[in-house]
């Protein structure tokens, strides 16, 4: 079960993420991010395994905020073959649909950020960690509180959050 800290941080997340001056802002970095990346031309096989976490050996962190913002874009996951694995178990993310990203517009900046071939590693890593340093910034501008976890906890919170909210947890 999780705790009312959490659900209530999951749904000042949600209704801030929905805020048009943050989602602009959010945007703004995200389209930076495209921009740079299209100007280096890093490959991408498009083979999945990025979103395999456990089976990659690779963690992706993100805000509460940039998991809000892409719960509410990214529309439901891909059907998973074993639905009864929570999301910390499966190791991968749920809407990896195949080898492709099932949600590719609504990504968050580690997954825009993140390349498999080892020779854009030191670029792609000062990029995600200058833009990571202006979402973080947003959080103090836009009085949101600042929480930075891995990628699959985080949608678990959400998803627990959202249970309890419920009442069917």
Do not use: K
């Amino acid at each position: 079960m999780v705790s009312d800290e959490a659900s209530s941080l999951a749904s000042a997340w949600l209704r801030d993420a929905a805020r048009p001056e943050l989602d602009a802002a959010l945007r703004a970095v995200f389209d930076e991010a495209s921009r740079e990346v299209d100007e280096r031309r890093p490959i991408c096989l498009a083979g999945g395994h990025c979103c395999r976490f456990a089976e990659y050996g690779h963690d992706l962190f993100v805000t509460g905020l940039e998991t809000a913002w892409f719960l509410l874009r990214a529309g439901r996951p891909p059907e998973r073959r074993d639905r009864s694995l929570p999301i910390l178990a499966s190791g991968a993310c749920p809407w990896l649909d195949g080898r492709l990203c099932g949600a590719r517009s609504a990504r968050p900046l580690g997954c825009r950020t993140f390349f498999c071939d080892p020779r854009h590693a030191a670029w792609s890593t000062g990029l995600l960690e200058r833009l990571h340093a202006r979402i973080r910034s947003m959080h103090e501008e836009f009085g949101v509180v600042y929480r930075y976890g891995e990628w699959l906890r985080m949608l678990s919170l959400f998803a627990d959050a959202g249970s309890t909210r419920r009442g069917t947890s």
